[in-house]
Antibody
Framework: VQLVESGGGLVQPGRSLRLSCSAS????????MHWVRQAPGKGLEWVSG????????GYADSVKGRFTISRDNVKNALYLQMNSLRPEDTALYYC???????????????WGLGTMVTVSS | QSVLTQPPSASGAPGQSVTISCSGT????????VHWYQHLPGTAPKLLIY???QRPSGVPERFSGSKSATSASLAISGLQSEDEAYYYC????????????FGGGTKLTVL
């Protein structure tokens, strides 16, 4: 069972970046998936989540209107399109598997190692 | 400012016990279950306790969780050096259309 994030990097304020998370070892289309971030020296912050069939999606207020989460159940992949990036979006972004199929159900039982996003001019 | 409140630090000597608290409100801990994660920098966070007091397979019995009213606690007995890490509580919050909330994290030092 594994989650591997990619797509991070250094980007200027106002620009865009797309993160990807590749899942393996479990029935990807049975579970909700989430993005959680950790800014340098700070704690964990939930960014966004998406249920198994993409019908229900949630965002933290801090990213609403700028970030878009999506998933491809054929490719076992989770994505995070990040637009209008700000310096405060600088963080290590983790992909996490939900315990159940809906957004509030269960804990995050599998996590990736994260991909670093740095927003700076 | 985190929705769930944790002490920033805790400590104990090897073999001792320590408890980490997590305080919330009626929109999160009171009505939803609490989960706990262990995180060592540079590694993936690890689920330690789910649904207030359940341990995933492989988590030692030394780790236990409880919840009452607007607060939850993580207890670690028989402290070991490898327990030195950051610990986060988390719960679904029904406010603002619903979102996941995390505590600010507690750095546990094994003296």
């Amino acid at each position: 069972v594994q989650l591997v994030e990619s797509g991070g990097g250094l980007v200027q304020p106002g620009r865009s970046l797309r993160l990807s998370c590749s899942a393996s070892g479990f029935a990807f289309d049975d579970y909700a998936m989430h993005w959680v971030r950790q800014a340098p020296g700070k704690g964990l912050e939930w960014v966004s989540g998406i249920i198994w069939n993409s019908i229900s999606i949630g965002y933290a207020d801090s990213v609403k209107g700028r970030f878009t989460i999506s998933r491809d159940n054929v490719k076992n992949a989770l994505y995070l399109q990040m637009n209008s990036l700000r310096p405060e979006d600088t963080a290590l972004y983790y992909c996490a598997k939900g315990w159940g199929a809906s957004l509030p159900s269960g804990a995050f039982d599998i996590w990736g190692l994260g991909t670093m996003v740095t927003v700076s001019s | 400012q985190s929705v769930l409140t944790q002490p920033p630090s805790a400590s104990g000597a090897p073999g001792q016990s320590v408890t980490i608290s997590c305080s919330g409100t009626s929109s999160n801990i009171v009505t939803n279950t609490v989960h706990w994660y262990q995180h060592l920098p540079g590694t993936a966070p690890k689920l330690l306790i789910y649904n207030n007091n359940q341990r995933p397979s492989g988590v030692p019995e030394r780790f236990s969780g409880s919840k009452s009213a607007t607060s939850a606690s993580l207890a670690i007995s028989g402290l070991q050096s490898e327990d030195e890490a950051y610990y986060y509580c988390s719960s679904w919050d029904d406010d603002l259309g619903g979102h996941w909330a995390f505590g600010g994290g507690t750095k546990l030092t094994v003296l």
